[in-house]
Structure formats: structure tokens, C-alpha cells
């Protein structure tokens, strides 16, 4: 053994990791979705860190006896829970070759590869999703792939308030900085609002358009005109496309509008639904986008690409960097300050970066733009189905209109909404502790919701057909229960 | 084509990858370390994006004809540049284990097994560090792993924030803060203070101890009084276990003791130079730092393990969630709400998060410990010889004296420190055009400085005497041309 790479023991390794990826993904249907497990388990069951050298074929034996059981299978056809996080097969190929490459591409001279092949992708991907030009480095503007919706949002914030103020830099926020979200808009604008030293005083929670869940252009208006009356400043108006609990669709165009007037960033948080425009059908979800600061989808999420790659563009190319750059002498390098290139560390948080890009170039090299939308179509026209039953079933009510591929129903029983929550709560939970599907909840007008996120990328129509099984089972169970 | 995944068709494809990955590695020494591309080069030589699905053949051609010779190749052994990103062989199994099971680990309900095996292992790893078990989750503290140290820091500086007054989570920074560094101190400090909302002017910039660069405890005893009389707060004091430009190590124990007369968080930045304590003879590199609060040290730098894998230890082990906690109802869970679990979610600023864990679980499996240490000895024994050659040699000085594994010098002409600059720079621009090794620089005393970082992977005697020698031949022909 020695303490050097031997890229031949590589070879014989990797290809037996190869067949436990294989064979675990082929065999991924024979596990319980969540499993059941106590805390500390784990734990207890893991062997302790060796002094010498062990087999590797003891770590696969430790992954099948301690970490698999102990899995919650994201992969799973009969994945429903929160938003899908497709690892497809394709992209974990390409996430092999960038960390066999192990490129660090903190700034383009630290790998001129790694950065251009980010630039190419999010140019080409702009195209296809139907963005203006001017989100493309080529007009103007630019993308990058962050690690998470989360952090899109925040370098969007810093963006937004190093362009309101460029005296943040030296003197730090103000206080009168104002965020504009909706209820429903994610919980990480609110996180970037704390990260970012604004304080929970600083998030505006625009009323929603009325007998809807949307946040209301007029509401906002009326806000922010009251804040600007006031002192205050408006510097950020994040609308969502497709929000977590509900997957409703603000209306952007107008939203944008009115942000304007008050000079404030608009910041698109569509980490799950905007990939849907892909598909020329699906691609009114982008109406008004040309009017927006910045825009965010996750191929973490739908589209096919393992975590972490969440695409970020701009329509301002040097917002980002203007407002995040801070050089030290080590990073200095002559095509950097030759303005030619792009250090795509000032496009985010942390400093070093992995190669994202060839994850979801190795997808879509695989499958092509039509097997992307291939894939968005099927689990919208399952969900559409699966809608349908819940619409025709009495057990079962429909709590918000179906949005794309989320479909979030509440079970009735016939007496009152309490009683509806409490049976809602139980079918969830008898399904999930079946192992034979998850979902998961939330929570809309103040009433319990099951939410059906289909997007695994290996459900078909046999999973959707055995959920909704599932569920009418559970169903029948509880009304009965609740009426004996 | 389907639009599903086929386990089959990855067991075929990902066998080609596997050995397109040993065979760049075992070739890697073949390439120039830093390449020689036109800005513009690597996306002009792209192919679009495909509309239907093209053989993968076309993709590993593409990295070949495209990518590689536009890397710069960070695992060559002759790799001397910035630290070290380490993407051991090792750690490319465990990661594609990661990748494989695509797992999604935000929450413990999300994935047991991904939380546990990451608390298993940083507990683990802090007895092997000589960490106290305060740092453990097992002794009342904790670990993540986060996706760098930038990201480190700033969780750090949120909780200090948070601790300091929790009325930030409401109202924000007050303006008040104060943060404390020394000139050496990364930058990712810099951009922490900038992003938390402090802006520039809550950086304070501590001088050295007399005729060194370590952050001198008196000065930061004068500036921290100075500070509170004038009504301002101490928030945080960020001393360095090897600083990036020379590799500097700060007294942590008396830095320490004076941050706690005024209640400061100290938020150790070990990145690169932290993991020397697995070696009990470098275990000094740690002294002080039960006193502090939280310790941060990179496994992706000089651990073998591939990016992104920030080690990061709090004593509290509440502190992160307390300050970075917020619960939307759709991630509200039954394990959650017991306490009897930790939601790695709360401890960084992303929501989603990768299987981090099992490549370096994977690392240490393969290698043991003890493998560990003779990776690190290795480098540092290197280095010592390095030095030494330096040392003896009239053509160079040492810049600083060596630090472990990093070698800092300057060329030396006679005719001053203006000519001694212009040499040192010409001799680095030769070394690295010839893409025969990669080093970077810094500048110390207002002096141009090559950095030797003696740390990759593979990184051999016959690398460290190849490149020393070219550094020779370098230096005789600028030397010679300055003559002329």
C-alpha cells in the first residue's frame, strides 16, 4: 500500500463501485421509501475509523448493512416528498469525470475548461429555456450553477443591495432596506434576509391576490409605495414560480412592473418549476421574465442533474461580481485583470468550486433537449391523471388547482375541516410508514395537505397508479376508523 | 431511449468512464500543469447543446479533444500551486457512492443514514485531530461538513452575531460589530464580514507581532479595549493556523484568552494546515484551542478527499441552529421536533445538501489513519529538504521561514529588492509557461514571493528535485539576462 494514487487499484475499485451504483439503483424499489429507524442507530452501528488500511469491499458490506437501511431512497419511483431530486444515471456519470478531473475552478486561470464549459452550458440552456439574450454572457448578462436555490437567492440579495447602495460595501446595511415575498414564497429568502444582516424587520409579506395564493401586484404596489412614504427602501421583490407548498405561479410581469418603479431587483425564485419551460406548452411560466434582475431553476431538482447545480442567470453580467469581488494578492493573475474572463468565485459564496457544469452536460449530451422535456412531460401528464382521480374521488378533495407536476389533495370526511386535517395527517402517515411511497405535507389556509411532487426519474405510470392506491386504502382505513 | 434511467446501460457507460478516468490519471503527468488558451478558446470549441441524445463515446471524445488541454490539472503531481485540492483516487469511490445513492441530506428525516455517518465521522475525527471532545456531538458540541471554509467562516460569524445579541435575527446588524483579523487572514473573512451586512468598516485589521506576520494578542488586546471604550462590540476574532500567503500560525491560545475578556467569538481558520494534528508531532499546531469556539479545517485541501469537504467544529452545539434555524411547515417532521436529531440544514446556509461523508469515510477506510499521517509526513518531509536546498543555494532566500508542507522564497540578484521582485516574478512566469510544474505567488513585506505547496495527491521526491531544478535553470537564465 502505498500513500501515492494508483489509478490501476482505481480501475479495479471503481468498477465494482460501478456494479453496487448498478445494482442498488435497479434494486431501489425493494426498499422502504423512508425508512424506520431511531435516532442514534447509526451511529451506533458504524465501525470506528481504522488505523490501517481495510478492504473496500468492507465498506460496500458497511453501506448495505448500516447506510441502506437506514436510507431515505430519494431515487425511489415512489418518491413523492417535497421536490424530486433527480440523480439521474447520466449526471452521476458526469459527476464522476469532475471529480476524477478534481479541477477547482475558483477563477478561470485556475481552469480555463471548468469555467468556459459552465459559461457555454448556461448560454445554450438560456436559449432552450427561452430567457432573452440578455441572460447570456454573449448579450450582456450571464449564469452560473450555485449549490442551491438558497444561494442563488442570497447572491441575488447581495446583488440587489450592493446596486442600492454600492456604500454597503464599506458600511454595511442600513435598516431601511425592504424584501418583498409572498407566504408562500420559500424560506430561504427569508434565511438570505437573516444571512444578510437585514434582520427579519426587513420581510415584507405581500398579501395574496384574493382567492388565490399568489402575490398580488396591487398589494405590492401598495407597499412598497407605503414604505418609500415612509424612508424605507425597496430593494428586493422575489416572485415565485411554482412555490414549495402549492406550486403556484406569481404573476411576474406585473410583479416586475411595479418593482420598477421603486428601482427594487427582481429576483425569480423558480428553483422547481422553471425547467418546465423547456417545453414551448410550459414556457408562459417565463411571461415577464424579460423584466426581471435574475432568474433561478435548480437541475438539481427536475431535471435529471444530481445535486448540487442550481442555475443562476443575470441580466446585469457584472452585478454579481461588482458586488462580491475581493481580491487578494495569491488570487491575482494576468487574465484576470485583463477583464476577458470570468473568476466565477465572484459569482458566489465560498472561494473554491467544483466542475458542476459536466453533470448536466453529460445529461443532456445523453438524452438530448427532447429527452428533457420527455421527461417534464410524462410527470405533468401523470400528475394530470392523478388530479383527475382526486377530482372524482369523494374520499379526496383537490386544495389548490394541480400545478404541473404537484398535485396537493386533503382527505374529506364530512365533518368539518378539523376532522379532515386529522384524517389528512393519518392517511399521510399510514402511507409513508408503509415504506411503500412518501409524501410529504404542508400546510395552506391553514388546513393540512398532502403534497404529490411526481419528478423521480424513474416513476412511471405504475407508481402513480399504486400511490393513489395507497392513499385510497389509508383513506378507507381512517374514515373508518373515525366513524367506529 | 427512454426517458427512464437503465441501470444496464450506466453498468456499460460508467465502465468506460472508470477507465477514462485511471487513464487520464495514470497520464496526467503527460500535460501541461497550467495550460496555454485564449480566453473564449474552450467555448468557441464546444459543441451546442444536442436536441436528440448523442453516444457518450462523443462526450468522453469532447473531454479529450476540448477539456483536457484546456485544464489546469490540479491533481498533477507537479501541482505546486495556492494549497493543494487534493482528489485522491479514494475519496473519487466514495464519492461516486455519494452521487449513486443521491441522497438529499437537508434534514435528519431526509436521510438518516447521511446525517448519522457525517456526525459518526467528524466525532471520530476529532479525537484523531486531538480536538477536546467538546468539539464532539458526544461531548455537547458538534460537526458539519460545509462546502468550504468561506462558507465555514460565515456560519461562524452568524452564530457569533446571533450569540452576541439574538435581536439580529429581528432587527438586523446594529453597526456596532467589530471583527477581527490580521493582514494574513484569508479573504473569505473579508467577504464573510461583507455578506453578514457589516461592511468593511467592522473589519479590523490587527497588527503583527513584532518582526513577523501572526496576529499579535497585544495589539488585539489594544484594539479590542479601544474598541469597547468607544462603545463598540467585539463580535469575533478569526485567528489562522496557516495562513494562505506564508503559512503563519497565530498564538490561538493567547488570542484566545484576550477574545474572551470581551465575550468575542474566536473562529480558528485552519483550512489548509489544520489536519496536521492527525500527526501527534504537529499536534502543537492546535495549542489553545479548547478556548475557542469554533475550528475549522479542510479535508478537500490536504486530506485526500475531492472538494467540497469543510470540516467545521463548534463547542456549542446549538449555536448554528440557534442562529440559522427557520422552519417552513412543509419541513416541519415528527424526529425533527423530538430534539433528538441534528438537521444539518441549520448548520449552513444551503438547504439541500450532498452525502459529503463517504468520501472521506471512504478516504480513511482505504488508507487507515495511519496512511493519513504518512500522506501528510510525506509532503512535510519534502518540504523540509525543499527548504534546505533553498537555504544553501545563493540564487535564493527563504521569503519566511518554511511551514510545514509550504515553501516561500524569493530570488535573490544583489541588486536590490525592486530587481529582487522583477527576478522572483520572471522565474515563476518561466516555470509555469513551461508547463512542467504550477506554482502561484503572494506578496509579503510588500515583496513578489513564489509559494511552493508541496501537497498533491502523487506529488513525489522526483516531482519536488524536477522542480526545483527548473526553478534553477529559471532563475541562471534571468539572472543572466539581467546582467546583460
Redesign the interface.
Known sequence: ?T?????????A???A??????????GIAAHPV??Q?E?????AA?S???????P?D??LAE?DR???????H??SPSFF??FP?N???????G???S??????GMM???????T??E???V???AG?LGLPETFTFTGGGGGTIE?????SA?VAL?AA?HRADP???????R?DERIYVSAET???L??AV?????????LVVVDPEPGGHALSPDALAAAMSADAGAGLRPVLVCPTIGT??TGTIDPVRRIAEVAREHGAWVHVDAAWAGVAALCPEHRSVLDGVELVDSFCTDA?KWLLT???ASLLWVQDGSALPAA?S??????RNP?SE?G??VDYRDWQ??????FRALKL??V????????LR??LR?HIALAEEFAGWVTADPRFTLAVPRSLSLVCLRVVTGRGSEADDAATRQVLERVNASGSAFV????VDGRYVI?VAIGA??T?PEHVTALWDQLCAAADAVLAESRS
Not at 66 to 72: I, L, R, S
Not at 167 to 173: H, L, R, Y
Open positions: 500500500m500513500d501515492r494514487d494508483d489509478p490501476e487499484e482505481f480501475r475499485l471503481a468498477h463501485v460501478v456494479d453496487w451504483i448498478a445494482d442498488y439503483r435497479a423512508q425508512p429507524v435516532p442514534g442507530s447509526v451511529r458504524l470506528p475509523l481504522p488505523e490501517r488500511p481495510q473496500f468492507a465498506l453501506l448500516v447506510v441502506v437501511p437506514a436510507t431515505t430519494w431515487q416528498g417535497y431530486a440523480a439521474s444515471l447520466h449526471s452521476v456519470l459527476d464522476m469525470l471529480t476524477g478531473l478534481g479541477s477547482q478561470w486561470a485556475t481552469s480555463p475548461a471548468c468556459e464549459t459559461q457555454h452550458l448560454d445554450e440552456l432552450a449549490d442551491s436555490a438558497s444561494s442570497l447581495l443591495l456604500g454597503w460595501q464599506t458600511d454595511g446595511v435598516g420559500h424560506s430561504s427569508a434565511k437573516r444571512v444578510a444582516g437585514l434582520g427579519s424587520k426587513a414549495t407548498g438539481h444530481a445535486l448540487d462580491l475581493l481580491t487578494p494578492e495569491y488570487l487574465a485583463s476577458a474572463v459564496v465560498p472561494l473554491g468550486r467544483r452536460r453529460a443532456i449530451h445523453a438524452r438530448g433537449l427532447e429527452g420527455a421527461h410524462g410529504s405535507h404542508t400546510v403534497r426519474v424513474t412511471g
